[in-house]
């Protein structure tokens, strides 16, 4: 079975830092479609970062330049560096994984979460 086991949340001031990380294991995921969204209070699930096997990134515009996403080269654990956190990063964080044979364009189509794979969640609060 798909495992998805995240870490790396917790409670910042705005302008800190966090790093969130995730740990793939098992079979039947996507390598080339697997990211991070987040779902903040009152808020619908969206879509934050994507990574492709060859390390190819996509972001929503609101992080671009403050979020870098990246994953290890011999192993399947994803990273999401944040920089410059604002309140609105406040959410929980899901590490998420595409149905095996899907690509990092489809990342997008999971975000009612009903889709592919999913972690617990870490939570980020970042406080004004």
């Known amino acids: 079975q798909v495992r998805l086991e995240e870490s790396g949340g917790g409670s910042v001031q705005a302008g800190g830092s966090l790093r969130l990380s995730c740990v793939a294991s098992g079979y039947g995921y996507s390598r080339n479609c697997m990211g991070w969204f987040r779902q903040g209070p009152g808020k619908k699930r969206e879509g934050v970062a994507s990574?492709?096997?060859?390390?190819?990134?996509e972001y929503r515009d609101s992080v671009k330049g403050r979020f870098s996403i990246s994953r290890a080269n011999a192993n399947d654990t994803l990273y999401l560096e944040m920089e410059n956190l604002k309140p609105e990063d406040s959410a929980m964080y899901y590490c998420?994984?595409?149905?095996?044979?899907?690509?990092?364009?489809?990342?997008?189509?999971?975000?009612?979460?009903?889709?592919?794979?999913w972690g617990q969640g870490t939570q980020v609060t970042v406080s004004s």
């Open positions: 990574i492709d096997s060859k390390g190819t990134t």
């Open positions: 998420a994984a595409c149905p095996l044979g899907w690509l990092q364009r489809d990342f997008h189509r999971m975000g009612g979460g009903d889709l592919g794979y």
